[in-house]
């Protein structure tokens, strides 16, 4: 998809730092929660005392081979942990141990849908790497705690494939779909446990050489990455239109003021003396160790919506909004399954249960509607024992009581009226009370008919089965 | 040989203050060893890998389970500042 | 029973069997050490729960629970090894204070053998130097003079032992710093496999070359001690899985036809004359005892001492990024922390925290490391290190145990070489080549210089077989009669 930017062509390149939801640290056994006291969640090993040594999280490894393979990548049998060497206070040990030249998983690409568009980003690695602490500054000290110090990170790098800040937000969210598929990460750009780096360059369109490159940080949302990298685009054409040039540095963005600003240049770059850590050996896998991973693969989102499309006959808007997260799409599934109607499960799904669901802000995971109640509900309407409109006020009641459709029917007498003798009885008496139509309908003015049948169904409370009343009332009113 | 500048600049990436009578006296240590390394530079290493770990040991990993040893009391209790049971440092803004 | 003459296994059996209880024998040695700490400055510190600790391994006889082969063996542990509420200091300021909350592996597990530790031992600073005199608790001595160094980097641990104010210690050895300071010290000193002992809580210098070993007065006590720290440490997943077979049982002092390796480049050290003339002498009494020598080349030897320093200077100039004043340990004083800049807070603490040659070290692996010379150097040397095991794989399949002095002399005075480095880094050539190739390598006592110093014996066996040294080793000790003198000061 090609936008026009005054005669530019943005390149961008997208880092995701992917929080894997392991129980420990990737590195030690302490617990990962966020919600622990100072430096509770510490031990001498995140603290980087003398003589402790990392000794690498089995999970962790899973899930990083796990997020592989969603992305297509390549595993490496053989990948090694190096030290990258730096001193800052929430770096505890003084460096970081992190993957470098050989990452455990390269060579991958996803492919997603932007404005109905289908784009292909190539992932150029993603590696495993720690966590660092966390700092907190009051102007006059600052403070660290190392609970967050030793939490498994994925790096997932994508190839400078992306061409428009539309497609670096889509890519975003894209992955961040991935991981909650996976169930390797929770998703959370707000608390961090997912953040991106934007690499941003522009250059004149049909040029090949690229553009000094600008690094967006620490943006937690993809709405702002969009608006963050639009304006970093403007920016740079702004500078060079204007016979500036742009200088490598590392940029925030301030979504209040919706601009972005220098964070630090790169003027003296960093020497960060990479090497591989002496404390932990290549990290090395089987054939059979990736491929008992592959199997425990759920069916990926793009997969799912494909398929939502071919064989339940959704339309391509239905099947992305309901596979946006896997429980959705599972609970979507389920009751299709259970009532054999996708089409009224979709839109149940889609318009009630979502609605009440982003109304009291429950997960679908804690419905207090079930699929298989969701499915009974539907099989009622399509065997005729309660009208569409009745049904809205019996999934009213589901949702408040967590009972089954039928026991809430049952309970409040709301089961449709089938029985014809019982619905002849009700539309004698409304003939009989309304003399003065029946003969407009008999002298040739048949629309009054809609009138009968509003008058009849008020008089059921809204239980007769309309098919039977329309049929009644006509041979009713036509005998005459 | 390592002049006074590139001592300055190593002094720089360890965070080591160093006096200038140390800065001259590392510079000429430095060289010293760094040429009798020099008879190493000459060793033909074409496609050979550098060893880190000499043994054969088998990879090992361990299970996320987690271990509730250490109160963070115990964990702040060397430090030289600390704030409750946060460690203290200079601004870093 | 004469404490000072008695083998771990009569001493742990007459505590058992309740014949003298652990804490009479923890409370001789503790006699020893303050009559004698103040004459060599073998001790760092001295535990204050030595004799609670003994009280406990003897209650837990008096119960009948089960208590391991070292039941009240008094142990003396190398600063390096963080003991659990014992201040650690590995020899610097930058650590003066520090209490660790946790064991080293090897700590916890002499302790679960039944062995009590007394205190923490002098050493050169951070494990780096071979004289003890880079040591910011002061320079420890020589028993058997107390002109000379007991050698470095565990001095103290040699010279604790040597002078009997301990059973048994426990050193790291990184180049040598093992077995130099026990061939100068005149007692056994294992340096094991790379990968044979845990090296979880032992302050790291470089952690592809540090093993921690025993350092004791036999070969048999040796073998006991090695074979209760050694074997696979969940909190190390650089530690073998291998099993550890039951050295001490397996101790056999008959090496009739075994093949033992002359190096042919033994002759690269200078080596001093009496050095010389104890190895020859070492060499007739293994062959009378039935050994066969084969003549053997590692030709890479000639560079193993710039290619350690080399990696271990890189290694350590990350492993000690961690000592910032920020978590524990030293920190520079300032007036007023809230005007410093990171940068200068880190450079002040560190500068005024490390001693001269730990400077010299992080100065040399962070230049090593740095972008424009890794390849020339760190890199450069992992590939000849690499070239250098696979040597000695081939020597060993030509022969059981390489054998070669320790050292090129014996313990020299006190400041006489203090100043040059690089002169001091020679006399690691023999030792250093062992921890490149990730080899078992021990020192036994079989002589004396003129003027009455030690001599050791040097004997490298191949990855994961120690019991062949020790073997050799007990064979050795058998001939060299060197157990009846005692040092000067004992």
């Known amino acids: ?480 | 040989m390592i002049d006074q500048k590139t001592i300055e600049h190593i002094a720089k990436l360890a965070k080591l203050k160093i006096n200038p009578s140390e800065t001259e006296e590392y510079g000429r240590q430095l060289s010293k060893v760094l040429n009798h390394f020099e008879q190493i530079a000459k060793i033909d290493t074409t496609g050979i890998e550098p060893l880190v770990t000499p043994t054969d040991i088998d990879f090992f990993a361990r299970e996320d389970l987690v271990a509730n040893d250490y109160t963070a009391e115990q964990m702040v209790s060397n430090a030289p500042e600390k704030a409750g049971q946060l460690f203290k440092v200079p601004p870093v803004v | 029973m004469d404490l000072l003459k008695a083998s771990f296994v009569e001493v742990a059996d007459a505590v058992k069997s309740k014949k003298i209880s652990a804490v009479e024998v923890t409370q001789f040695f503790l006699s020893r050490i303050e009559k004698l700490n103040p004459q060599l400055n073998a001790f760092i510190t001295v535990s204050e729960k030595a004799i609670a600790d003994a009280q406990e391994v003897d209650l837990k006889i008096s119960k009948s629970d089960c208590i391991g082969p070292l039941a009240g063996i008094p142990f003396g542990i190398k600063d390096m090894l963080c003991t659990k509420g014992l201040r650690t200091t590995a020899g610097s300021k930058m650590l003066e204070n520090f209490i660790p909350p946790y064991d080293a592996t090897v700590v916890a597990r002499l302790k679960s053998a039944g062995a009590i530790i007394l205190g923490k031992l002098n050493q050169d600073e951070f494990a780096m130097g071979s004289s003890n005199e880079t040591s910011y608790f002061g320079n420890c001595l020589n028993p058997w003079n107390t002109e000379y160094v007991p050698g470095g980097s565990s001095g103290g641990s040699a010279a604790a032992q040597a002078a009997r104010m301990v059973m048994g210690t426990i050193g790291t050895d990184t180049g040598g710093s093992i077995r130099q300071p026990s061939s100068f010290c005149g007692i056994v000193g294992i340096k094991p496999t790379y990968g044979r002992v845990s090296r979880y809580g032992i302050v790291a210098f470089a952690s592809s070359l540090d093993q921690a070993g025993p350092m004791v007065t036999s070969v048999q006590d040796a073998a006991l001690t090695l074979e209760s720290i050694c074997g696979h440490d969940s909190m190390d997943s650089t530690t073998s899985q291998k099993a550890v077979p039951s050295f001490s049982k397996n101790l056999n002092s008959n090496i009739k036809g075994m093949k033992i390796g002359l190096l042919k480049e033994y002759s690269l050290g200078k080596i001093h004359p009496d050095v010389e003339q104890t190895y020859q002498k070492a060499l007739e009494q293994l062959k009378l005892l039935g050994a066969e020598f084969v003549e053997i080349s590692v030709g890479l030897t000639e560079f193993a001492v710039p290619m350690y320093y080399l990696i271990s200077a890189s290694e350590a100039s990350s492993n000690l990024a961690r000592y910032d004043g920020v978590k524990y340990g030293f920190r520079a004083q300032f007036n007023d922390l809230s005007s410093m800049t990171l940068d200068d807070f880190y450079a002040e603490t560190r500068g005024q925290g490390f001693g001269t040659e730990v400077k010299r070290r992080i100065m040399l692996g962070t230049h090593c490391l740095s972008s424009g010379y890794y390849d020339a150097y760190y890199n450069k040397a992992g590939q000849v290190r690499r070239m250098l095991r696979d040597q000695y794989a081939q020597a060993f399949e030509q022969c059981d145990a390489i054998i070669s002095p320790v050292t090129t002399s014996a313990a020299f005075k006190i400041k006489e070489r203090s100043s040059d480095p690089l002169t001091m880094y020679m006399n690691d050539i023999f030792t250093t080549s062992a921890n490149l190739a990730g080899l078992a390598g021990m020192s036994v006592p079989f002589g004396f210089s003129s003027l009455g110093l030690p001599i050791g014996i040097h004997l490298v066996g191949s990855h994961f077989d120690e019991q062949k040294i020790l073997n050799i080793g007990a064979a050795l000790e058998s001939v060299s009669g060197t157990r009846e003198k005692t040092p000067h000061v004992y």
């Open chain 1, 1 to 480: 998809m090609s936008i026009n930017y005054r005669g530019y062509e943005p390149v961008i390149g997208i880092e995701v730092h992917v929080q894997l939801k392991t129980k420990t640290k990737i590195f030690c056994s302490d617990a990962t929660n966020f919600n622990a006291g100072d430096n509770e969640n510490t031990s001498p090993i995140s603290v980087g005392m003398p003589g402790t040594l990392p000794v690498i999280n089995k999970k962790a490894i899973e899930y990083a081979i796990k997020t592989g393979l969603a992305l297509d990548c390549k595993i490496q049998k053989k990948s090694v942990f190096s030290r990258k060497n730096y001193f800052y206070p929430d770096l505890p040990k003084g460096y970081q141990i992190s993957q470098y030249d050989l990452p455990i998983c390269e060579n991958g690409n996803i492919k997603f849908f932007v404005d109905g568009v289908e784009k292909q980003v190539s992932i150029t690695r993603a590696h495993l790497e720690e966590d660092a602490g966390k700092s907190i500054h009051t102007g006059e000290f600052t403070f660290l705690n190392y609970n967050r110090a030793g939490i498994p990170l994925l790096e997932i790098v994508s190839g400078p494939d992306i061409r428009s800040a539309r497609e670096a937000a889509e890519y975003g969210r894209t992955i961040r779909q991935i991981v909650r598929y996976l169930d390797v990460c929770d998703g959370n750009l707000e608390e961090g446990s997912l953040r991106c780096d934007c690499n941003v360059s522009v250059r004149k369109v049909g040029a090949e050489k690229l553009g000094t490159k600008v690094e967006l940080k620490n943006i937690n949302s993809f709405r702002f990455v969009e608006k963050a990298i639009d304006y970093e685009i403007d920016r740079q054409i702004d500078q060079l239109e204007s016979g500036k040039t742009i200088s490598q540095e590392t940029r925030l963005y301030d979504p209040d003021k919706n601009r972005t600003f220098t964070m630090r240049t790169k003027e003296n770059a960093e020497d960060y003396r990479y090497f591989p850590d002496p404390d932990l050996l290549p990290l090395v896998l089987s054939a059979d160790d990736i491929e008992r991973i592959r199997k425990t693969l759920p069916e990926l989102p793009i997969k799912k919506t494909e398929r939502f499309q071919k064989s339940l006959g959704l339309s391509k808007q239905d099947a992305d909004m309901l596979t946006s997260e896997k429980e959705l799409a599972e609970f979507f599934e389920l009751t299709g399954q259970s009532c054999g109607n996708y089409k009224a499960s979709a839109n149940w799904v889609m318009v009630e249960l979502l609605r009440e669901l982003n109304n009291e802000k429950i997960e679908i995971k804690d419905s207090p509607i079930t699929a298989t109640h969701l499915a009974q509900l539907i099989s009622l309407i399509d065997g005729g024992k309660i009208s569409g409109k009745i049904a809205k006020t019996v999934f009213a009641e589901m949702w408040k009581s967590k009972n089954s459709p039928q026991s809430i029917i049952e309970k409040q007498g709301l089961g449709q009226v089938s029985d014809a003798g019982a619905l002849e009885k009700v539309i004698e008496s409304v003939l009989s009370e309304n003399p003065s139509q029946v003969a407009e309908y008999r002298s040739g003015k048949t629309k009054v008919f809609g009138f009968f049948v509003g008058a009849v169904m008020k008089a059921s409370k809204g239980q007769a089965n309309p098919d039977m009343v329309n049929g009644i009332l006509k041979k009713k009113l036509d005998q005459g």
